[in-house]
């Protein structure tokens, strides 16, 4: 008898240890494919961010390339006048909207500097020896957008500047990804935009930059502390994976690609416990700034081909549509310089305006 008893215990034990082992063999893959989940997600919206960048910078560049009295310095090789307007600018919107890192410069035909906003004393010098990704509009002349090595590494919207047929020069807005940055921390994600070593020759502002796994920290306004930590993290498994928990932190690379869809780099996103968990609770609230999407880019391309439909210039059409895209604090001091632009259209080419937009949003199904 007790040996039976003592056969029934070992099988009993034997099968709780199998029952046991499984239990957390599928509680392991099930929370693997959580985190792989919220990953995917995570990416997505990021993603969906880098676009809402491009097409900012895109149709803000659009209604600035339309700017007159930019087109009547050019023609008139009037390089004093061209910076002054491109500083009231850029003034303008870092006072009244949040671009605060915003910089705007013009480029002759040749790709030599013309005027920008952020200084004088530049014009004449050329810039075609390390900027590689400016080849491309000898040859399409179209508009561009992406991430681009420079002397340092920023987003860059560059347009053709034309009076009729004629090209003028190329205007070209900047923004750094610092800014890009702060919008990711409100989410509670830490950004490491890492250029590749290789782009130093070029990005030669970027050469005392502190690295991180071998590459350039572009974004000034990382969390240092968090670098030190990450230095000695399985980076293999993390860029084989794209994603990987240290620690109660999730650690997400995404590869960085140019405008000509090269990848110069990565970035990496850290997200914590505690960010992970308001990200699952709610995440609606959690969504990255979506005013623009890559359909706006794609819009944006293909309005730069068309006319100006009911409005007299580009700057008008693109200074009006720009509005419902920014923030609420964004729009006050904008609006003021819309209705002042609309005062000058008669009766009836409002009428056309709204009729036009009508059509649009009819056709388009969009409720306003």
Request: charged share 30%.
């Amino acid at each position: 008898m007790k040996k039976y008893d003592k056969t029934v215990l070992i099988v009993m034990f034997f099968l709780l240890l199998i029952l046991l082992s499984s239990s957390l063999f599928f509680f392991n893959r099930s929370e693997d494919d959580r985190i792989a989940e919220l990953s995917d997600n995570i990416i997505n919206e990021f993603r969906s961010a880098l676009s809402n960048e491009m097409a900012e910078l895109l149709s803000f560049s659009l209604a600035l390339a339309e700017n007159g009295d930019l087109k009547e310095a050019l023609k008139k090789d009037d390089e004093t006048e061209g910076y002054q307007i491109l500083r009231d600018i850029t003034e303008r919107f870092k006072k009244h909207t949040h671009m605060k890192s915003l910089r705007v410069q013009v480029l002759t035909p040749e790709f030599y500097i013309f005027a920008r906003s952020w200084s004088e004393g530049f014009e004449g010098m050329p810039i075609w020896w390390f900027r590689e990704d400016l080849e491309t509009l000898k040859n399409n002349k179209q508009p561009k957008v992406g991430m681009e090595t420079g002397r340092l590494l920023t987003f860059k919207s560059t347009i053709p500047i034309r009076s009729q047929k004629t090209l003028l020069g190329y205007l070209e807005v900047i923004r750094f990804v610092d800014e890009f940055s702060v919008k990711l921390h409100t989410k509670g994600i830490e950004l490491f935009a890492l250029m590749d070593e290789v782009y130093l020759e070029q990005a030669s502002l970027m050469r005392n930059f502190p690295r991180l796994f071998g590459r350039v920290i572009a974004n000034q306004n990382y969390n240092s502390s968090l670098r030190r930590h990450l230095e000695n993290i399985d980076t293999h498994k993390l860029f084989e994976k794209q994603f990987l928990m240290d620690n109660d932190r999730l650690l997400l690379w995404e590869p960085m690609y140019n405008g000509e869809g090269d990848e110069i780099g990565g970035y990496l996103l850290v997200l914590s416990d505690e960010s992970l968990k308001n990200y699952e609770t709610d995440s609606h609230d959690f969504l990255f700034f979506r005013q623009f999407s890559q359909e706006d880019i794609n819009r944006a391309f293909e309005l730069k081909g068309q006319n100006f439909g009911s409005f007299k210039s580009g700057y008008d059409r693109d200074l009006v549509g720009l509005l419902p895209k920014l923030h609420e604090e964004d729009k006050r001091e904008l609006e003021q310089e819309a209705r002042e632009i609309l005062n000058l259209y008669d009766k009836n080419e409002l009428i056309d305006i709204i009729l036009e937009n009508k059509y649009k949003e009819k056709k388009t199904g969009v409720i306003e």
